[in-house]
């Protein structure tokens, strides 16, 4: 089986990445290929219009070269998931995890996520396509947030638009307790979409994956998979 994951907004400041596959990829005996959207974001676009989002379509043309079984994608990844779930569908299902269809406080959560990525490199610095730039410099900061900021809402509106044209198989995680993402989203993107299934999870966090209780969450997805494949013999 072939799983393309889609990380969320910034995700690998504590090799987050990198645990979330291998738990997939154990769970499932998967092949996982992480499907990274960022360079599109800071690349020679650098703006979010139409283009950005052909950019990444190209990108993942480029990137990802078998079969897709699976797209599994994640908060801001999850937009992506959807874009691209449209364009290019996976051969049994997309499966979403807290998608940021209606981000709370973006904003704060952004500066948030930026401060924890970049500030760790050395003198603040951070390679950006040629060039380093310091993430000290406020000005920068601020046009890098503010990058992000319209890549979440629009990323969101053209996930919304094209929602309802998904017809493979979809499963909606959501936590309950989410600090990310608003329930609602997730609730209007299971009732938007032709073929979909919400699972809430009432206890659990934005990070599903890497909160205790994790495996459950795979095993849902793993019976929601099975129950695909039983259907079709």
């Not at 190209?58 to 908060?75: F, L, P």
């Not at 989410?178 to 299971?190: E, N, P, T």
Request: hydrophobic share 40%; proline share 6%.
């Amino acid at each position: 089986m072939n799983i393309v994951y889609i990380p969320g907004l910034l995700p690998d400041y504590e090799n987050q990445v990198d645990r979330v596959v291998e738990r997939i990829s154990k769970h499932f005996k998967a092949n996982v290929t992480v499907f990274d959207y960022h360079p599109c974001m800071l690349g020679e676009t650098n703006e979010v219009n139409e283009k950005f989002f052909k950019d990444i379509k190209q990108v993942y043309c480029e990137t990802i070269k078998e079969d897709v079984d699976i797209i599994y994608a994640h908060s801001t990844g999850g937009t992506i998931g959807i874009i691209l779930a449209h364009d290019f569908p996976p051969k049994k299902a997309l499966i979403l995890s807290a998608p940021a269809i209606k981000p709370v406080n973006p904003s704060s959560f952004i500066k948030s996520k930026l401060l924890k990525t970049f500030g760790k490199q050395p003198a603040g610095t951070i390679d950006l396509t040629s060039e380093e730039v310091d993430i000290r410099d406020k000005k920068f900061f601020k046009q890098m947030r503010l990058c992000y900021l319209k890549f979440i809402f629009n990323a969101s509106k053209i996930a919304l638009e094209l929602a309802p044209k998904i017809e493979i198989p979809t499963l909606i995680h959501q936590g309950g307790k989410d600090f990310a993402v608003r329930k609602s989203g997730s609730i209007k993107l299971s009732r938007v979409m032709p073929n979909a299934t919400l699972i809430q999870y009432p206890e659990l966090r934005h990070m599903l994956l890497e909160e205790k209780q994790y495996a459950q969450v795979l095993d849902t997805t793993a019976d929601f998979i099975a129950n695909l494949d039983y259907g079709k013999e």
